[in-house]
């Protein structure tokens, strides 16, 4: 049986986390596959798709800048499962034995199941602040759907903050989420239970915390989606007033479990997963 390949499309992709985990994942269930990095620009996004097939792949994970573009192809020249429509963007992408291509977003549930099981915070009834509006915040503000009591979107961009909120309203309404802004920041804090950073923001050693120490409150929980810093200044701050507070490395890892079980149709060995990860982030920090 020939090996089978899978990788990951992104411009640029070359420190992604993605292939130590899933080679390992690979390696850990006796799979016969390899997952590989493809740097892929924009303008050659569309044809590498087109060609998906004859170069022996048989899935991809997707992200930044092709998310949206991706889904774009993909609803003219394949199909995509309801939850992408939603979320707006593909991130996972299966190539159909019928040669089909097939695309998800499983950034959505990965956060959800992070949230979950790293933070130990369950969504229904309570309220959320979310920093940023771009693609990362729109999937995981889609996939909360209507559980959250109250949702408070803030964004340097209006013209972000304004299509995310007008896209939750066409699907839930408009009684569960509001723009926030600058003035009222500390008020909208103030009546949240989860504070969530879907800014890049942190990404970068002697980056700031996007929001003051004294913003935050006693029993507010703190979500980072910066993964590739153990431990970011809003997490360190945090974590120095006692709150629980964790990085986005769970919503790497459980987006990359529901990919790896839906190209294999093998569960997912998450703790070796997770494991893969922590290490190749050790490595690549040196």
């Not at 499983?106 to 509006?133: C, H, Q, R």
């Not at 979107?153 to 009684?175: A, F, N, P, W």
Request: proline residues 5%.
């Amino acid at each position: 049986m020939t090996k089978k390949i899978y990788g990951l499309i992104g411009h640029p992709v070359r420190h992604s986390l993605s292939p130590a985990m899933h080679n390992a994942a690979f390696a850990a269930c006796g799979i016969d596959a390899e997952y590989k990095i493809y740097d892929v620009p924009p303008s050659e996004l569309e044809q590498f798709l087109r060609n998906i097939r004859e170069k022996g792949i048989s899935g991809v994970n997707v992200t930044i800048p092709h998310k949206i573009e991706a889904k774009n192809f993909l609803e003219r020249s394949g199909s995509i499962d309801d939850n992408a429509k939603r979320l707006g963007a593909v991130n996972t992408i299966k190539v159909m034995e019928d040669g089909r291509l097939l695309g998800s977003n499983t950034d959505g549930p990965g956060f959800y199941t992070s949230l979950i099981e790293d933070l130990k915070f369950e969504p229904e009834g309570k309220s959320v602040f979310v920093l940023g509006a771009g693609g990362a915040a729109t999937a995981i503000v889609m996939y909360l759907g209507k559980a959250p009591r109250k949702i408070f979107i803030l964004d340097v961009d209006k013209k972000k903050t304004k299509d995310l909120v007008d896209r939750y309203e066409k699907y839930y309404g408009d009684s569960r989420i509001a723009a926030a802004d600058e003035k009222d920041l500390k008020a909208s804090i103030d009546s949240s239970d989860l504070l969530i950073n879907a800014t890049p923001i942190g990404m970068k050693e002697g980056d700031p915390s996007p929001v003051k120490k004294e913003m935050m409150h006693t029993g507010l929980r703190v979500y980072d989606m910066v993964y590739n810093r153990p431990v970011t200044e809003l997490v360190r701050e945090a974590n120095s007033l006692k709150l629980h507070a964790v990085n986005g490395l769970g919503m790497l890892l459980y987006q990359g479990a529901i990919a790896f079980e839906s190209w294999t149709g093998v569960k997912a060995p998450v703790a070796v997963m997770r494991r893969a990860l922590r290490e190749a982030l050790k490595e690549q920090k040196g």
